[in-house]
């Protein structure tokens, strides 16, 4: 399969299997530290405050949000605007 150079003309699955830049890749891992940490809240055993599920529901969420927008970056080569381009 050929990957395309242009990111404005990729699927989503050349997307996700192109390289991904470094900035990118540290977010996704801190989104999938949050989305851990706020699901071990949600899936505790004990009683915990209704305050406190809500709050890691939505920790949850900004880190599953957070992780797929990551993953879907891609790091390019060339430059965005060209010689005879107006920026």
């Not at 830049?21 to 530290?33: Q, S, V, Y």
């Not at 920790?59 to 060339?78: D, P, R």
């Amino acid at each position: 399969m050929e990957t395309k150079t242009d990111p404005n003309q990729m699927t989503v699955v050349e997307r996700v299997k192109a390289p991904t830049p470094k900035f990118f890749k540290t977010l996704r891992t801190i989104g999938l530290a949050l989305a851990a940490l706020g699901g071990a809240v949600l899936a505790a055993p004990v009683a915990v405050p209704a305050a406190l599920v809500t709050i890691a529901g939505y920790v949850t969420l900004a880190g599953g949000v957070m992780t797929a927008v990551s993953q879907t970056a891609v790091a390019t080569t060339e430059s965005k605007a060209t010689d005879d381009e107006t920026p």
